[in-house]
């Protein structure tokens, strides 16, 4: 009998890493809730919570439960209708190519929702996606107006970063975050290189990179340029 294959992990090259990047208004140039609720007519105060939340003002849980309220009886089908207004923010498909062609690893940690999210990453080739499930009623084919599971918040963030490298063999020292908002102050914590995204005043101190160009591109050029001088 031959020897076992060593876990893929270890065959992991020296040089890989690993990006972890927020969704809404990061790698895409909405917020998919503020979508959702369009056909409630209410979106206009969904969007005043998310803002105020993402400059931290707001407990994000419960700023969350709030809004997915909101969505109680809207139409299974607006799912889909979200997922395609959907644009990823300019530079993201260049950024995937370059990290999976360098060997990295891009994974997408968000406060959406993982319905919307797994829809518009069709084809991407990003396998880590962790975010929110949507309460559904299928017999009515509507939302509930609930979440389903654990709420990712920003601690969540950071620990599935933390997660993710360590089941992939990644070394600390080549991870990257992203995001804009203060829910992601423990994920740009927590990466080696904290990158904060044309982002609110509460998350920039605690970035190592600031970019206020909407192009991912400059993410990943940026991230890679700090990483060469360790």
Not at 113 to 127: A, D
Not at 177 to 205: H, Q, S, T, Y
């Amino acid at each position: 009998m031959s020897a076992a294959s060593p876990h893929p992990a270890a065959r992991r090259p020296r040089t890989a890493g690993l990006l972890v990047s927020d969704v809404d208004s990061t790698f895409i140039d909405q917020e998919v809730i503020e979508l959702l609720a369009r056909s409630t007519g209410r979106e206009a105060e969904v969007a005043t919570v998310t803002e105020r939340a993402m400059r931290g003002e707001l407990d994000f849980a419960a700023s969350l439960r709030e809004r997915v309220a909101v969505l109680r009886g809207v139409p299974l089908s607006e799912v889909e209708a979200a997922a395609r207004a959907v644009t990823l923010t300019h530079g993201a498909r260049e950024l995937v190519s370059a990290a999976h062609a360098a060997g990295w690893t891009v994974a997408l940690v968000s406060g959406g929702f993982t319905s919307v999210i797994e829809r518009f990453t069709e084809g991407l080739g990003i396998t880590e996606i962790w975010a929110n499930g949507l309460g559904t009623d299928e017999e009515s084919g509507t939302l509930t107006g609930e979440l389903r599971g654990e709420i990712v918040d920003r601690a969540g963030k950071a620990a599935r970063l933390r997660e993710i490298a360590a089941r992939l063999g990644i070394d600390p020292r080549r991870t990257v975050g992203v995001g804009d908002g203060a829910n992601d102050i423990d994920l740009l914590e927590a990466a080696a290189i904290g990158v904060a995204f044309c982002a609110k005043p509460a998350l920039r101190p605690h970035a190592d990179l600031i970019v206020d160009e909407r192009d991912l591109m400059r993410v990943w050029t940026g991230a890679q340029e700090l990483l060469s001088r360790v």
